[in-house]
């Protein structure tokens, strides 16, 4: 199973940008997919998760300016992020609790990480 995230970049404070990653491979389901961030000198912490009934978790320092969704058919997970402030900078994980063909339930799939920059 691999996980493939894109869409970092360098923004403007105040600007948007959106974020993707798509699980393959012996996949059977997924239970959530989740976004996580590591900021220079930080702890990983949890940005946004959604579970495959749409529920959503935000961190509180994102809510109100990133939404997350997930497209269940393409394995994928998305988080906009609107309203971006320098301390949004970090590079972002996706993450995903799955199971296997095999029956195995993980949650230790990681995407390779995404530099989001905010600065002017």
């Known amino acids: 199973v691999q996980l493939q995230a894109s869409g970092g970049g360098l923004v403007q404070p105040g600007g948007s940008l959106r974020l993707s990653c798509a699980a393959a491979?012996?996949?059977?389901?997924?239970?959530?997919m989740a976004w996580y961030r590591r900021a220079p000198g930080k702890q990983r912490e949890l940005v946004a998760r959604?579970?495959?009934?749409?529920?959503?978790d935000f961190a509180d320092s994102v809510k109100g300016r990133f939404t997350i969704s997930r497209d269940n058919a393409k394995n994928a997970v998305y988080l906009q992020m609107n309203s971006l402030k320098p301390e949004d900078t970090a590079v972002y994980y996706c993450?995903?609790?799955?199971?296997?063909?095999?029956?195995?339930?993980?949650?230790?799939?990681w995407g390779q990480g995404t530099q989001v920059t905010v600065s002017s």
């Open positions: 993450n995903a609790l799955l199971r296997e063909y095999t029956g195995t339930l993980r949650d230790d799939y």
């Open positions: 959604i579970t495959s009934g749409g529920n959503t």
């Open positions: 491979g012996s996949i059977r389901s997924i239970n959530y």
